[in-house]
């Protein structure tokens, strides 16, 4: 099969299209013919291999990458199940976290995969693990927004953004998105009732307090932040911009933990949802929310398999629109 081949650290031309062999399903597992794949930032850390701490930790291995083939999004047709699986078969349409994903072939375990929402394409579909189940977890986990809460999204164009504002407007808070100016139109359909155009206002300045703010780009001090929220507010730090290569969204993980000790505001961290942990609660919430209509994917631009190191630079330049998926079959 064709596969994104990641066999060292580096920047986004150190990947290869290669020959490769097909993944087995082992018990428990599901071989998926992979449609779309979505980047991530997370896919772009894990290719440069930073911050460092996480290679001291074993989360992307020490001197060269865990997994070879990259990618962890994805969405496809099941085209094998291993022994003890329930609920899912050949034929079946799924998405869900696929590390490999940048593949012809890609293989997890059940629990990580949901079924496709009727009406949604690959692309669609791929756009949503990651980013919808991060957003979901942002909003409604960590931030706890209810009803008549004043909400801004920090990055309300960008790929957590964007389903950060749906979810926000479908627990009726007043959602503020903060975006580009070719951005504004969109943020504003997705449910936003105020939209910050963030290279001619600053929502840091405080003039508007907010019960939550989600922050996804990290492009503000934490002090500036502060000032954005209510005296009881909270801060949800999604760890997009987390300066350092060594430390990285650990370090600000840490000044959110000091600052806590000495204010009534909550500030809190939240790291991009990956397979290590238990995802399908909250993708099952998420593609509920779709087949509801309360929720649509975002997808800004589409590349080819054999592209896939330039949808990585896209990414990384820090200015995508909504989801950018790679496109596999």
Excluded at 230 to 235: F, I, K, M, R, W
């Amino acid at each position: 099969m064709k596969a994104v081949v990641q066999e060292r650290f580096g920047p986004p031309d150190s990947l290869r299209l290669r020959d490769v062999d097909r993944p087995h399903a082992g018990a428990g597992q599901v071989l998926v013919r992979v449609h779309a794949a979505a980047v991530n930032p997370y896919d772009w850390h894990m290719l440069r291999g930073d911050p460092y701490v996480a290679r001291m930790l074993g989360g992307m291995g020490l001197t060269r990458p865990k997994c070879p083939v990259a990618g962890l999004d994805a969405a496809g047709v099941v085209e094998r199940v291993g022994a003890d699986v329930r609920g899912f078969g050949p034929g079946d349409r799924v998405l869900g976290f696929c590390p490999g994903a940048f593949a012809e072939y890609a293989c997890t375990t059940a629990p990580m995969l949901v079924p496709v929402p009727e009406g949604l394409t690959f692309e669609q579909a791929a756009a949503l693990p990651m980013a919808a189940v991060t957003a979901l977890r942002g909003i409604r986990t960590v931030g706890r927004v209810r009803s008549g809460q004043r909400v801004l999204v920090n990055g309300a164009g960008g790929g957590v953004g964007t389903f950060a504002v749906q979810i926000a407007a479908v627990l009726d808070a007043e959602v503020t998105g903060v975006c580009s100016a070719a951005n504004t139109d969109l943020v504003r359909s997705l449910g936003a009732a105020h939209v910050l155009d963030y290279a001619r206002e600053d929502f840091t300045d405080g003039r508007g307090r907010y019960d939550v703010v989600l922050d996804n780009v990290g492009n503000h001090p934490l002090r500036r932040l502060r000032r954005a929220l209510t005296p009881a507010g909270v801060l949800v730090a999604n760890g997009g911009g987390s300066p350092g290569r060594v430390f990285g969204a650990v370090g600000a993980m840490l000044r959110l933990a000091a600052a806590n000790a000495v204010t009534r505001q909550r500030l809190r961290p939240i790291l991009p949802a990956t397979p290590d942990g238990p995802v399908h609660e909250d993708l099952s919430a998420v593609t509920a929310l779709v087949d509801a209509g309360q929720v649509t994917p975002v997808v800004g631009r589409t590349f080819a398999l054999a592209d896939t190191a330039r949808a990585l630079r896209h990414v990384e330049e820090g200015h995508a629109r909504g989801k950018t998926v790679v496109t596999v079959a």
